[in-house]
């Protein structure tokens, strides 16, 4: 599969595993399914320091990228 990667790969991931709920599933599940995955970055986010020198951006780029897309 040719996917432009275009930032960081592991963000490119999330992007990506997104587009694959989106496509897999029905409408409603799909969107059921992305808000809870934006919930847990979230509460992710909440609990842990943010990480510069790590291979994820910072946890509120993911949240916004996911309820953008829904």
Same mark, same amino acid.
């Given at each position: 599969?040719? @996917? +432009?990667?275009?930032?960081?790969?592991? /963000? $490119?991931? /999330?992007? #990506?595993? *997104? *587009? *694959?709920?989106?496509?897999? #599933?029905? +409408?409603?599940?799909?969107?059921?399914?992305?808000? /809870? $995955?934006?919930?847990? !970055?979230?509460?992710?986010?909440?609990?842990?320091? *943010?990480? #510069? %020198?790590?291979?994820?951006? +910072?946890?509120?780029? @993911?949240?916004?990228? %996911? !309820?953008?897309? #829904?």
């Amino acid at each position: 599969m040719q @996917v +432009p990667i275009f930032g960081q790969e592991e /963000d $490119a991931a /999330d992007v #990506f595993s *997104l *587009l *694959l709920i989106d496509e897999i #599933f029905e +409408p409603e599940s799909a969107d059921i399914i992305a808000y /809870d $995955a934006a919930f847990g !970055f979230h509460a992710e986010a909440q609990e842990n320091t *943010l990480a #510069f %020198w790590d291979v994820h951006g +910072p946890e509120e780029c @993911v949240i916004t990228i %996911w !309820f953008v897309f #829904f």
